[in-house]
């Protein structure tokens, strides 16, 4: 406002806001799905490469692959979102299969009982784990480490080291549904629930508070050590599901089941856009992680690439991912 003996001018300056352009709007849902981005790119890649790559055998067949790996990195999203880290679920995932076989060919057990209670197996050692981290003030890894070493053992114990037949129930979890094999089907189900809970819940959305500032999520009044030791819980759950399944396919349990699926449940959810640093995550993004791990192996395979490289290309995906997560965050912030 500017004056002039008796005549007042009045300036105002309009701020205009601009549309980011295309190209901008383009980078920034690429750098938000960068993910399926690289799934869409990698598919792609490898039908030039091999045109049996995307026939309908090969599709299931990658379902099949995925499947026991997502339903843990399921489990395990719920965990990363709220900061933390499970390292047992492998071990878990063979005691729960273990536990019921043996029920089932040592002691009689009907089939259905048995598959309940690899179910529970894989819920109370979550739970014990969730118990240390929240009331016994142990930090997730060690923890989890501690629980992994734990069920291990425990299999080893139970089975001798030896393989153990499996009930019909569980056997039926590798089987096929008509055209569709159950593992994905149970996939399919794991994910609706982790969907579920993550986005539709008021669970849900205490773990994501939890995540982003555990302390300012316990002065607003939400429980936090209570949810810990649920999340842990489901996390195991999962697991337990996870091997179960594993076990259906082979219709046994292998006291060397799930060594090292830890590792690649925990890249799935992150290079499905999870922050390990925690307050993110998605079970979408989990179910494209693990889809495009199993992308990978599945066309290297086809590739005749050997089994030693295949560890090193995984190696590279989860540095690259945690990596892009670091140059997310900092754009971001």
Request: with cysteine; aromatic share 6%; proline share 3%.
């Amino acid at each position: 406002m500017i004056g002039k003996g008796n005549i007042i001018v009045t300036t105002a300056t309009t701020a205009t806001t601009q549309k980011p352009s295309v190209g901008r709007r383009i980078g920034s849902w690429a750098l938000n799905h960068g993910a399926l981005v690289g799934l869409i790119i990698l598919c792609i890649a490898l039908f030039i490469a091999t045109p049996v790559f995307l026939t309908v055998p090969n599709i299931i067949n990658i379902g099949i692959q995925a499947a026991v790996v997502a339903i843990m990195a399921f489990g395990m999203t719920f965990v990363i979102v709220t900061s933390g880290i499970d390292l047992s679920v492998g071990s878990v995932a063979a005691l729960s299969a273990m536990v019921s076989a043996w029920m089932f060919s040592n002691v009689g057990l009907p089939g259905w009982l048995t598959l309940i209670i690899g179910l529970l197996i894989g819920l109370l050692a979550g739970a014990a784990s969730g118990l240390a981290i929240a009331y016994g003030k142990l930090p997730a890894f060690i923890a989890t480490l501690a629980m992994m070493s734990v069920a291990r053992g425990l299999t080893l114990v139970i089975s001798g080291g030896t393989p153990v037949a499996t009930s019909g129930a569980v056997n039926h979890l590798g089987a096929d549904l008509g055209p569709i094999p159950v593992p994905v089907i149970m996939l399919a189900l794991a994910g609706v629930v982790c969907w579920f809970i993550l986005s539709r819940t008021v669970l849900g959305r205490s773990l994501y508070a939890i995540g982003g500032n555990e302390e300012a999520a316990r002065l607003s009044g939400i429980p936090v050590r209570r949810i810990l030791v649920a999340v842990y819980a489901l996390a195991g759950l999962f697991a337990g599901l996870a091997g179960l399944v594993l076990a259906g396919r082979l219709s046994s349990a292998q006291p060397q089941a799930g060594l090292g699926y830890e590792l690649d449940a925990i890249a799935a959810v992150v290079i499905g856009g999870a922050s390990l640093s925690g307050g993110s995550g998605k079970a979408s993004g989990t179910f494209i992680g693990a889809v495009l791990l199993a992308v990978i192996r599945n066309g290297l395979n086809i590739l005749n690439v050997s089994s030693f490289w295949q560890q090193v290309v995984i190696g590279c995906v989860i540095a690259l991912a945690v990596g892009f997560d670091v140059f997310r965050s900092k754009k971001e912030s």
